[in-house]
């Protein structure tokens, strides 16, 4: 009898998928704070906690998250 496989069923480097969803935080385009808030969906107006500056959340359904200054 000549041995088993020791196989590990240990699987690393899968990197890490982030399920699709609202983004739950943003840079401030002025300051560049990482602000965290409550999901954001298309034309939210959010607001930076560091500077005050508000901004208009650009959501395209494919592609990066967007913020216009008000
Ligand atoms: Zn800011």
Redesign the pocket.
């Known amino acids: 009898m000549s041995g088993a496989h020791g196989s590990h069923g240990h699987d690393e480097g899968d990197g890490d998928e982030k399920p699709e969803g609202p983004p739950t935080e943003f840079d401030?385009p002025?300051?560049n704070?990482n602000n965290p808030c409550d999901a954001l969906r298309d034309k939210d107006e959010v607001l930076?906690l560091?500077?005050g500056?508000s901004f208009e959340v650009r959501l395209p359904p494919q592609g990066k998250m967007k913020l216009k200054a008000l």
């Open positions: 401030c002025d300051c704070a930076c560091y500077c500056g």
